[in-house]
Structures are given as C-alpha cells and as structure tokens.
C-alpha cells in the first residue's frame, strides 16, 4: 500500500513564500496572544499555588461550589470542572499556599464538608508548591530547556554543515512558538510536564528535519550538478511518505493518549499534538526551502 | 544459516530470556527459592500511579540557632547569679547572639576566664564599656553554627524516619536534599493530613512552673513579669467544634523537656478516655523528683509546642519519674503524640515547601486509562503497519513487542519508577520507534523500485538507512536526557521510559528485525517481497 506515490514531485521549494507567510501569521498570533496575556500561563509548578480535586459522589453544580467555598475569601480561588462530562470532578486552584501543617487544602476541605457533607466527597489529588519550590522548578525547566536546545544544536552542527542548522534553528522556534500561543490561546496552564511534552515536540521536529537533510546531502553527492532548488525539492518528495508515516503512528497514539489517557494527562496530550502537527509541516515546508533562501543570501563558497 | 545470523539469533534469545526474568516478579507471586537465584525486582509505581504522598520539607535551622542561645542565656544568667558578676540586661538580639550588660568593669577579666572556661561556644564579637557598664555582644562560633545547623537538619530527618517507620506505612522515602530540605515519599497513605500532623509536630514538650503570684488578667492587659509569658491552652470541643483558648501564666524557665522521656504510650483513664502517660529516664526522674519536692502546691504546666495541654497542681513529690498527659484526645490523637514523643522532638521546626498527594483511586483511574491508551494507541499502530506494510509490517510490529518487553524488564532492573507521564513515554515510543523500520522500509521499497532483487534491496535499505536513524534518535534522546537531569517525580518517569524505549528501538528495529529478513532470504527462494 502507498499512501505518496513514489513519483510524487510536489513543488515544496516554490511554495516557501506561501508557507513562509502561513507560518508567520501563525507565529504572529501565537506572540500576540503571549503578550496580551503577559506571557505563558504558568501552572502552580512554576507560580506556585495549590490545587485541590475534588469528586462528588453525587450531582453538584460547580455554583454551588463556588459558593461554598466563597465565605474562605481566598484571593485567585478559581472551580474549574475536571474530566469528562457529568464525573462531578472539580479542580480547584489557588496561588495562596502556606508553609504551616495545617495546609490551605484543609481549609477548602473543610468548607466543602461543611456544605455538602464529609461523605458526599472525595478528595483526589492535593497538590501545594510553594514560591521557593516554584522557583527551583522554573530554574530547572530553564536549564532543561536551555541545555536540551544546545545539546541538539551542538549535535546538528557537528554532523552537518551551517546551513543545515539555519533550518533546524527557525523550526524549532517556530515550533515552540506555535506550541506555546496553543496553550496561550487554549488557556492551558505551563507546567513540570508540558516543558516535557514541548522538548519531545523539539526533539521530534528536529528529527524530522535531519531526516530530509540526510537525504539531500545524499543527493548533492550523487547529483552534485542539478540545481538546488531541485535537489532540495527532490529530497523532501523522496522522504515524504516517511515523514507522513512516522507523523501519522506518532499521532495514533497521542491522539489515544489524548481522549483516553484522561484528564491529568490531557493537556500533555494536547501539547504533543499540536507540536508533532506543527513540528512535521515545518519540517516539510520551511526547514529544507529556507536552505535555497539561506544559499541565495549567503553563497556556499564551493562550485557546483 | 552463516555463523553471524547464528550469533546474532542467540543474542536475542538471550535478551528475551533476561528480559522475562525482569518480569516475572511483577507479573506473578514468586515461590520463596526465587529471590536467591533470580531477580525479584518488581516494576515501582509511581506515587501518582499507586497513589500516595509527595512532601518536601525545610528544617528550619535558624530556630535551632536561637534555641541554643536561648539556652545559653538561661545558662549564662545563672552562672553569672552563681558567681556573683552583677549585670543587669542579658537577652538574645539575633538568632546566634546575645547581649550582656555587666555592671562593673573590674569583672572585666573574671568574666572572661570564666567565658573561656564554661561557654567555650561563644565568642565576643564587640565590647563596649561605657560609664562602668561593659556591655558585652556575644555569638556563637562559626563552626558551632554550622554543626547546629547540620544537626538540626541530620536530627530532624532521623526523628521523622523514626516516627514514620512507627506509623506503619510501607516503603517509605524520607532523604536529605540540599542543605537543609527533608524529601518524604509516602506510597498508599490513607490519611495524609494525619500523616503530616504527624511528621511535621515539632513536639516539644516541656514542663513549666504555673506563676500564680502574679494576677493573669494583668498579665493579659500586657503587664508581664520578665522571667514570666503568656502561654495558651487551645481546646477543641469535639462534638460541637467549638474552639477554647484559656491563658496562662508561666515562668519562661523550662523545668525540663521531653529530652528525657523514656516512654511514651496510650492509657485510658476511669472514664476510658485516652491519655498519654510517660515514663523518664533516671536523670529525668530525678530532676521530675526535685521540681515537684521544690513547687509542692504550685502548679506544673505540661506543653506541647506551646501549647498548655494540662497544669495539675503538685500535691506532693513525685518519684519514679512518671507523668500524663491528658487533653480530650481521641484514641488516634493519643497514639500519634505517644509516636511523636517516643521519636523525640524536631531540633528545629518544619515548614511544607511542597506537597503533593493522590488519592487510591485518581491512581488506580491513571493506571487503567494508562494501560487503555497504550492497547488502543498500540492496536492502532500495529494494524495499520500490517495494512501498509503486510508481512513487513508484521515484522516490525514483531519488534515493536519487543520494544515493550524491553522497556518494562529495563524499569524493573534499574528499579526505575513507572509514572503516568512514563506511560505517555512509553506511548510515544510505539509512535517512534516504528520510524526506525518505516526508514528501512521505505528505503526498500526504493531499491525494489531500481529492479533490485529482494536481498540486494534489503541489504541497501539497511545500509542506506542506518546513519538516518542513529541521527534522528539522539536528537530526542539529548532532549531525555536534560529532561532526566532536571526533571522531577513524574517527568523523570517520562524521560527514563522514552530513553529506554528509544534506545531498545535501536536494537529491535534494527538488529532484530534484519534477522528474520536474513533468516528468511537465507533459507527460502523469495522472489518478491511482501512490503
């Protein structure tokens, strides 16, 4: 079975205008909601907070929740509904947390049993970072990042040629950038486990993109005398079916992760669909073209 | 067969058999002669899997600090009322140091002998004398600060693994982080906020004299005697919820601590409520014996973290070294602070940088959505390299098992923690780990296209695409591996599992999967390749 002819020659190269403008309108609003929003939406890893879910055994409506938990005045308090439709699951999130044994998960607790009943609930999960742990974990995600980002870098430029790299380098910005205005523009919190999803996304885009590159450093050699653009064009044609392949399984499962791994998980899921996405059209589209606007730009000293 | 492929055969077996071996002990109960010959490793949930609390502590060291010169001071005045130095004002100023007011110069050197000689921890940082008042700004050394500050910290963590190994819960995690940060890991508790009442106490007990000389309504108004303070016997009404604070007066001085408690256990009174009753050591008991014999009539309050339990009156002199503590506790209330006490009490107290708790059945909800995304993921995956690839796609997924019975054997072996978003690990790694063959696969299918026969184009798709996948897999794998570094908990997890899993896809995909081409184009005339 094929799914790309083996003949396919789609003209990539000649569409790098469009996709180029595609990409940066999507950049563009992806910024434009980072900076109407003052920047990623921290979860309580990186601010710092406390977060409580809560499951009624009977039918609550998140009104009276709300209610209940009014008269604690707590400042930022917000009750979100968590999990599927009708689970009686409410996440419960603040930024206040306190140092002392007697935490602020209690309180809210203790609220709630004192409206509904200490039998008409459950609490799941209790999860309390203070400013100084947030700190750490920011710093940590930082380096992750930083480091995870260099180390690919350093990678890409010993195995191939500047010029290689430029691709790689706008890509991966491209894709975290995209990634990052999706749960910007979704309202998903930034935590521990998205930075996770977010480098995976990076490792995955640049893999894609080494993949095509390999293939046209093997064709300069076998046909060093055709054009670039050409080459390049080729390249992409030839690892195509690969590359929709391998985005295709890579989707199967997360896509399965997403609507059944359940919602601790979800947005981690949803991270990595939005990346593998954003990740496998920019590999096909922008990392292989811009080597054509790079070499017009800055010619490869050797003759062809 | 040629020699390699025999090798090569071998060499999987091999890694299937050790494999299993790393199984077994999480998928079956073993019999006893097992755990002597074979691993017995079982794959380690994760505290978001299995359910349990996360608690990240931090020692308080400073309090440690100032608590010893508190005691110095005490110590001090008392020396000094001994010795017959006069001096008016003697009080802690920071948290390591004092100040001393000694009202006559010419003690000058005797204090200073007797300085050396006593309190060999304290040094003068800064003397002024000033109208025949010398005053004195003295702090503890430097070394001694950060020995108290280790041992706050060392002390503490010994006290809390004490109190937790009497709770009873299995397999705990409690480690030294950093400086002065406690890490607890609390598989399965039940009852967390039990669990950090319990942790965290302080539990300072402490045995104060009542001051009933001194009218306690003044003393409320703010009118304190110096060697006296306000403490609070805060009571909560059980049954309507309603919570008491009744002042007293007692004299700052502590008669005596927990320090020289010997037991601690849960007793019930006529009325069968519990109460806790102590027992002290011989050093303990004779000091229990002469502060009764010294206060016959006055009253003797007993504190826990500042707070009065109970302040009987001393009828008589108490020998034998025995007390109780009563305070409307329920049977469990009374068997924690019995733990509490016989553990001892935190040199310095605690504060909660992080928490993190999951229920037993949010945890049992991840597992099992866990293990259903990666059969449907998985299903989906393997049918659709069946559908496009036919037999080859059989022999991928044939490495893709692999794949998964490697990963789960590598996480029991290295004892490495399977959390949820190591399940999600794992799940991307049925999604990329088939790319390694689709690479091959498609080169192949590329060579076929030139006219090549069956083996020449499979030895051309290996060959063609082997540089391929090695450079597409460290790309992700440098990401795991800063991500293992700096990760915690549960992205850790998912580091370890996509490390393993793509490393394994390495092996599998490449070396396994050409053995069953090379078996079969050895063995039979295969003119065509289903691929």
């Known amino acids: 079975m094929e799914?790309?002819?083996?003949?396919?020659?789609?003209?990539?190269?000649?569409?790098?205008?469009?996709?180029?403008?595609?990409?940066?309108?999507?950049?563009?609003?992806?910024?434009?909601?980072?900076?109407?929003?003052?920047?990623?939406?921290?979860?309580?890893?990186?601010?710092?907070?406390?977060?409580?879910?809560?499951?009624?055994?009977?039918?609550?409506?998140?009104?009276?929740?709300?209610?209940?938990?009014?008269?604690?005045?707590?400042?930022?308090?917000?009750?979100?509904?968590?999990?599927?439709?009708?689970?009686?699951?409410?996440?419960?999130?603040m930024k206040k947390t306190t140092g002392e044994l007697q935490g602020v998960e209690d309180t809210v607790k203790g609220a709630l049993t004192d409206t509904f009943g200490s039998d008409a609930l459950e609490v799941r999960r209790v999860e309390m970072v203070?400013?100084?742990?947030?700190?750490?974990?920011?710093?940590?995600?930082?380096?992750?990042v930083t480091?995870?980002?260099?180390?690919?870098?350093?990678?890409?430029?010993?195995?191939?040629?500047?010029?290689?790299?430029?691709?790689?380098?706008?890509?991966?910005?491209?894709?975290?950038?995209?990634?990052?205005?999706?749960?910007?523009?979704?309202?998903?919190?930034?935590?521990?486990?998205?930075?996770?999803?977010?480098?995976?996304?990076?490792?995955?885009?640049?893999?894609?993109?080494?993949?095509?590159?390999?293939?046209?450093?093997?064709?300069?050699?076998?046909?060093?005398?055709?054009?670039?653009?050409?080459?390049?064009?080729?390249?992409?044609?030839?690892?195509?079916?690969?590359?929709?392949?391998?985005?295709?399984?890579?989707?199967?499962?997360?896509?399965?992760?997403?609507?059944?791994?359940?919602?601790?998980?979800?947005?981690?899921?949803?991270?990595?669909i939005v990346g593998i996405v954003a990740g496998t059209y920019s590999s096909i589209f922008i990392a292989s073209p811009l080597l054509i606007v790079w070499e017009k730009l800055f010619p490869h000293k050797k003759k062809r | 067969m040629d020699k390699s492929l025999k090798w090569r055969v071998i060499l999987i077996v091999v890694v299937i058999a050790i494999s299993c071996l790393y199984l077994i002990p999480s998928a079956a109960k073993l019999p006893s002669w097992w755990g002597s010959t074979f691993p017995s490793e079982k794959i380690a949930l994760g505290l978001d899997l299995q359910g349990g609390m996360h608690l990240?502590?931090?020692?308080?060291?400073?309090?440690?600090?100032?608590?010893?010169?508190?005691r110095l001071v005490s110590d001090l005045s008392d020396v000094l009322l001994n010795e017959r130095i006069p001096f008016d004002r003697i009080e802690r100023v920071a948290s390591d140091k004092l100040l001393l007011e000694v009202l006559n110069p010419t003690f000058k050197e005797q204090f200073s002998a007797l300085l050396t000689d006593r309190f060999p921890n304290l040094e003068k940082l800064k003397v002024d004398?000033?109208?025949?008042?010398?005053?004195?700004?003295?702090?503890?050394?430097?070394?001694?600060?950060?020995?108290?500050?280790?041992?706050?910290?060392?002390q503490g963590l010994e006290t809390i693994r004490n109190r937790i190994d009497e709770f009873g819960v299995s397999e705990p995690t409690v480690q030294k982080q950093g400086r002065d940060r406690i890490l607890i890991q609390l598989p399965g508790v039940k009852d967390p906020k039990r669990a950090i009442d319990l942790i965290g106490k302080t539990a300072l007990l402490e045995f104060k004299i009542v001051n009933d000389e001194y009218d306690i309504n003044s003393a409320l108004k703010g009118e304190i005697p110096s060697d006296s303070e306000l403490l609070y016997s805060k009571r909560e009404d059980k049954t309507t919820g309603e919570s008491t604070k009744k002042p007293f007066l007692v004299k700052k001085r502590t008669s005596l601590t927990g320090e020289h408690l010997q037991t601690a256990r849960v007793s019930f009174n006529q009325f069968n409520e519990p109460y806790v009753s102590i027992g002290?050591?011989?050093?303990?008991?004779?000091?229990?014996?002469?502060?009764?014999?010294?206060?016959?009539?006055?009253?003797?309050?007993?504190?826990?973290?500042?707070?009065?339990?109970?302040?009987?009156?001393?009828?008589?002199?108490?020998?034998?070294?025995?007390?109780s503590i009563e305070g409307s506790f329920t049977t469990e209330e009374a068997r924690d602070l019995a733990i509490v006490l016989r553990a001892g009490s935190l040199p310095a107290p605690v504060t909660i940088l992080e928490q993190r708790t999951v229920g037993p059945s949010l945890g049992q909800d991840s597992i099992r959505q866990g293990i259903k995304s990666i059969l449907i993921g998985g299903a989906a995956v393997v049918l659709f390299m069946m559908i496009y690839y036919h037999l080859s796609g059989a022999v991928a997924n044939f490495a893709l098992c692999l794949n998964m019975l490697i990963i789960f054997a590598a996480l029991a072996a290295f004892?490495?923690?399977?959390?949820?978003?190591?399940?999600?690990?794992?799940?991307?790694?049925?999604?990329?780990?088939?790319?390694?063959?689709?690479?091959?696969?498609?080169?192949?299918?590329?060579?076929?296209?030139?006219g090549k026969t069956p083996r020449a184009s499979i030895e051309g798709g290996y060959a063609k695409a082997l540089v391929t996948i090695l450079d597409a897999n460290i790309t992700t794998l440098i990401a795991a591996l800063f991500l293992f570094q700096f990760g915690t908990g549960p992205v850790k997890g998912f580091a370890v599992t996509l490390t393993i899993g793509l490393t394994a896809s390495l092996f599998t995909a490449i070396v396994c999967t050409r053995v069953v081409y090379d078996y079969f184009l050895s063995r039979m005339r295969i003119k065509k390749l289903s691929i």
């Open chain 1, 147 to 272: 480091f995870s980002i260099l180390g690919m870098l350093i990678y890409i430029w010993w195995r191939f040629e500047l010029r290689f790299g430029v691709g790689a380098i706008f890509c991966l910005i491209h894709d975290v950038c995209i990634t990052l205005g999706a749960l910007s523009l979704t309202n998903k919190p930034v935590d521990l486990p998205i930075i996770a999803a977010l480098l995976t996304v990076v490792g995955y885009s640049v893999n894609d993109t080494i993949i095509i590159s390999d293939r046209i450093r093997e064709n300069l050699k076998k046909m060093g005398r055709g054009r670039l653009p050409d080459i390049v064009n080729k390249s992409i044609n030839q690892t195509l079916s690969r590359t929709c392949i391998t985005a295709g399984t890579t989707l199967m499962v997360v896509v399965a992760l997403y609507f059944l791994g359940g919602e601790v998980i979800h947005d981690f899921a949803f991270t990595l």
């Open chain 1, 3 to 93: 799914l790309i002819k083996p003949n396919s020659n789609i003209n990539f190269v000649g569409r790098i205008k469009t996709a180029l403008i595609f990409s940066l309108v999507l950049i563009g609003i992806s910024l434009l909601s980072l900076l109407i929003k003052g920047g990623p939406r921290y979860g309580i890893d990186f601010e710092g907070g406390t977060l409580v879910q809560v499951k009624f055994f009977n039918a609550v409506d998140i009104g009276s929740v709300r209610t209940a938990l009014d008269s604690l005045a707590i400042e930022g308090l917000s009750v979100q509904e968590f999990g599927e439709k009708d689970a009686q699951e409410y996440l419960i999130s």
């Open chain 2, 129 to 154: 004398e000033k109208e025949g008042i010398v005053t004195y700004t003295l702090g503890l050394r430097a070394e001694d600060k950060e020995y108290l500050r280790k041992f706050a910290v060392d």
């Open chain 2, 415 to 450: 004892r490495a923690t399977l959390t949820l978003p190591g399940i999600a690990g794992i799940l991307l790694t049925i999604g990329m780990a088939v790319d390694a063959n689709v690479l091959i696969f498609e080169r192949t299918r590329e060579e076929l296209r030139t």
């Open chain 2, 56 to 70: 990240l502590l931090e020692v308080e060291a400073e309090k440690a600090l100032s608590n010893t010169v508190d």
């Open chain 1, 130 to 144: 203070g400013p100084k742990v947030g700190k750490d974990l920011r710093k940590k995600g930082m380096l992750a």
């Open chain 2, 280 to 323: 002290f050591d011989s050093m303990g008991s004779k000091l229990f014996e002469r502060i009764t014999r010294d206060n016959v009539k006055k009253r003797l309050a007993i504190i826990l973290d500042n707070n009065v339990y109970s302040a009987p009156v001393i009828r008589e002199r108490i020998a034998g070294g025995r007390a």
